[in-house]
C-alpha cells in the first residue's frame, strides 16, 4: 500500500518562497513517476509538474518559471520549489505517484499554502 504524506506548507507572504516535500511508502516502483496538482478554493485541481525516477521532468505550460519539481535517482522523496509567491498561489498543494504515466492513482492528503500581502 502505497502512501503520500506532503509537508512544508503554511502561511507565507507574497514574494516570498517555500519548498513542499513528498515523502513515499512503498517499493520504489510504486512510485516511478510522482507530481505536484494543486487546488485553488473553489476551483478544479490543476497540474503542476511531474518527475520520474530518473530526473525526467515535464511542467504545465502556466507553471513554467516560478515553479522547480526535483527528485533524486532512486529516492522515494520529492520536493517542489517555488518563488515569488502570488495570491493566485494559494492552494492544497497535492503529491502524487504512480508506476508509470497511466496508472497515477496515489494520492497524499494534501497541505494548506496560503499566500498573504
Known amino acids: 500500500q502505497v502512501q503520500l504524506v506532503e509537508s512544508g506548507g503554511g502561511l507565507v507572504q507574497v514574494g516570498g518562497s517555500l519548498r513542499l516535500s513528498c515523502a513515499a511508502s512503498?517499493?520504489?516502483?510504486?512510485?516511478?513517476?510522482m507530481a505536484w496538482y494543486r487546488q485553488p478554493p473553489g476551483n478544479q485541481r490543476e497540474f503542476i509538474a511531474s518527475i520520474t525516477r530518473t530526473g525526467i521532468t515535464n511542467y504545465s505550460d502556466s507553471m513554467k518559471g516560478r515553479f522547480t519539481i526535483s527528485r533524486e535517482k532512486f529516492t522515494k522523496t520529492m520536493y517542489l520549489q517555488i518563488d515569488s509567491l502570488k495570491p493566485e498561489d494559494t492552494a492544497i498543494y497535492y503529491c502524487?505517484?504512480?508506476?508509470?504515466?497511466?496508472?497515477?492513482?496515489?494520492w497524499g492528503q494534501g497541505v494548506q499554502v496560503t499566500v498573504s500581502s
Open positions: 502524487n505517484a504512480g508506476p508509470n504515466a497511466n496508472y497515477m492513482d496515489y
Open positions: 512503498g517499493t520504489i516502483w510504486s512510485v516511478n513517476i
